[in-house]
């Protein structure tokens, strides 16, 4: 999986000033936010320069190939309207979830937009989405970039690979 | 003799029963012997779109495809020539190609190392002493029929029957029209497919997608946010019309709508500004007949069976199950249209898909549409909506309002008609 975002060169080292406890901390947050339907607190956990991509098996350049989300911050923005309008049927009423977070690893540091370095951060993750369509078992790699900003930690970039992102799968309605 | 039209009647009337012009049984939608009847009759007959010869343009090239139920390998030999061979060896029935896509001259089984050319024809097999010859007189199997219309492929199991010119009919001017928005007249799907699994009946789909009455609902929660002028297409008061472009193939022709505001790029959601480079490129290609490609734009086209052409997106329905099928979606890209592609990407990846903006919603849809057809009452959907003010266009084809079922009753009554084939 390559991209036009520096993704396919490594990152450098570990930026200074970032605690284990703490970023776990704010990763598992923002997982249970997601879980929970809580768009507002989810919504400010971005920076203004965010990218939030869910890719194919096959989206090596998101700008001339599908990815199955590939949101700015303006498009989180509308995506997260829409659901709020309660009409987004895809997701009203929420899906029933639950997931886990694992084997989290500090895998290096970017260089931002804003002069500093954003951590970069690896992890296995699992959701259990239950529905009245049935229950459906998500799992795969996340990559996040965790910026501090304001002496708070905010989310700059989640990448989902799912492990079957080769094959067709369902609505995906929710917050992965 | 009283038998024989007694015996045929009874045949052959089982879809006279089960469509009327104005309803139609909900065990269509749920029956499996019907499903398991409409692979015979619908999807290994008539012609069904399979892919785009832009996916496999160099010699070598290759890509998996579904054909109904069946893996289909459509391929590129080293003369140019397009292939659509069904992944079995001929020898145990194994599959001989595991990738999605790639570029190989030829397809060798894993399990005894048969080898194939890609365009199907044996080449090898280990060991031959135990044949007592050097050669045999196997192949991998193939779509009996493939013909490509403007790049975009179709197959057919039936080994004789319409042409696809045929079959596509009045469907292929729409085609035309797609191809009408490239600067070199010319369509490339190239941005890859999202697959969506939809648990429901496909010909919920393939009715949907020119269903005009649905959008201002389903989709009110995106029109809303983003201020999309889309819903007003698709009102009481809209001037689009929808058509039975006959075949079982229906358009819903906004381009009434387009015109009464005359603005280049309107139909994209945007102004000529925005895409200097592509407004300059069909100016130059088209000269006179540019305004009205750029006013008017594209087609939003339902193929039968399977093909949805939706302005800048294209769909490739597949079904699985009675009450389940894949959606493939990707971008339209238009040759010579570089600023205009990234941009079609963009908005296509936000609208379709398992997590799009719209056909999450459809999808949603067409999911719970399925459920409420387990209910045992009332048996039959309504498909009526228009019947009372529809007309035929000065080119002979029934046209109703934007938001009229027409397109449904053209599409049932190709269906029908296929289905009450005999065999």
Redesign the interface.
Known sequence: MTSMLNNATAPGPVPDGFDRWEVEQFLYREARHADESDYDAWEALWTDDALYW?P????NDP?????????NRS?IA??L??IR??????QSPPSNLRRLLSNIEFLGGRANSSGGVDLEVGANFMVLESR???THLWGGRVTYRVRRQDDELRLAYKKVVLVDN????????FLI | MTSLIESTAAAGSRYERLIKHDKVHGSLYTDPDIFAEELRKIWYRTWVFVGHESEVSQPGDYMRKRLGLQDVIMTRDRDGQLHLLLNRCAHRGNQVCADAKGNSSTFRCPYHGWTYRNTGELVGFPFFKGYGQRELDLRLGRVPRMDTYRGFVFGSFATDGPSLAEHLGAAAGEIDRLAGLSPEGEVELTAGWLQHQTRANWKLLAENETDGYHPQFVHGSIFGVTGSPIGALYSDSSIAVTRDLGKGHSENDLRPEFRKFAEPMRWFGTTEDRVPDYVAAIRKRYGAEAEKILVEGGPHVMIFPNLFIAEIQVFNIQPVAVGECVQYSTAVQLAGAPDLNKRMVSQCMGSVGPAGMLLADDTEMYERNQLGLEALTPEWLDVRRGLNRERVDENGFTIGGATDETGMRGFWSHYKMLMEAQS
């Not at chain 1, 194919?56 to 989206?59: I, N």
């Open positions: 869910v194919t098996a096959s989206t700008s001339r190939e599908m990815s199955v989300i590939y949101d498009r509308t995506r309207k829409q309008t309660g009409k987004r049927y895809a009245a369509r049935g080769d094959r067709p799968i369902p609505t995906l309605g």
